[in-house]
């Protein structure tokens, strides 16, 4: 069975603060891991890694993929108070995204 | 449309009625998603559509549930006899047909679900 695993799980830090998150998985037919950010219901689509090593970068965000370890970081620099929410990875395969339970980040003035 | 619309955004009903979820996809999205989200969880996996048909139910929970599709468009998610533990936000998803590796898959607000 497909399972990706976040952490921590919960984080909390203050304005300016640098965050790493953490995404291991173990998924078959393994096509793509993706970040997506959940501040009400919807989640929004972050970024979509296929190739190991090769950073993403949107602004204060940034992440990177090993193949080979199974494990993706999104790292958040600079951190401000509208970062605070829950950050889902996801694991794709042919056509499934299998989801970890996210890490909820808490970002205080 | 813009984006995935579902409706209704709430619902409320008691323990042993039905409910019908809708989800319209981004118009050209042949491939649509439904997961099921409780409280403090990620997003469980419920079924894919790949047009009308659904190649993977894998993630039903029961026979309870069931789910269909029109006119490669519009889907319904049907709960049966609900009960306090469907208790969740059901959340639609849509993509484009599979191109390699993009399964960049677009969500639409949800349906928060309370049984009492």
């Known amino acids: 069975e497909d399972k990706v695993v976040q952490s921590p799980l919960s984080l909390v830090v203050h304005e300016g603060d640098t965050v790493t998150l953490n995404c291991s998985y173990e998924?078959?037919?393994?096509?793509?891991l993706l970040w997506y950010k959940q501040e009400k219901k919807a989640p929004t689509f972050l970024f979509m890694l296929?190739?190991?090593?090769i950073e993403k970068k949107s602004g204060r965000l940034s992440s990177i993929l090993d193949k080979k370890e199974l494990f993706s970081i999104l790292n958040i620099t600079a951190t401000q108070t509208g970062d605070s929410a829950i950050y889902l990875c996801?694991?794709?395969?042919?056509?499934?995204?299998?989801f970890g339970k996210g890490t909820l980040l808490t970002v205080n003035p | 449309g813009a984006g995935v619309s579902q409706s209704p955004s709430n619902k409320v009903t008691e323990k042993g009625k039905d409910v019908e979820l809708r989800c319209d996809p981004i118009?050209?999205?042949?491939?649509l998603y439904w997961y099921r989200q409780r409280l403090g969880q990620g997003l469980e996996f419920l079924i894919y559509?790949?047009?009308?048909?659904?190649?993977?139910k894998s993630g039903l929970p029961s026979d309870r549930f069931s789910a269909e599709r029109t006119g490669e468009s519009v889907s319904t998610l049907t709960i049966q006899r609900t009960q306090q533990e469907d208790s969740a936000v059901y959340l639609c998803?849509?993509?484009?047909?599979?191109?390699?590796?993009?399964?960049?898959?677009?969500f639409g607000p949800g349906t928060r679900l309370t049984v009492l």
């Open positions: 998803a849509s993509s484009f047909p599979l191109a390699g590796a993009n399964n960049e898959q677009f």
């Open positions: 998924v078959t037919n393994f096509r793509s």
């Open positions: 296929t190739s190991s090593g």
């Open positions: 996801a694991g794709g395969s042919n056509y499934k995204l299998t």
């Open positions: 118009s050209g999205h042949t491939a």
């Open positions: 559509f790949q047009g009308n048909s659904a190649p993977d």
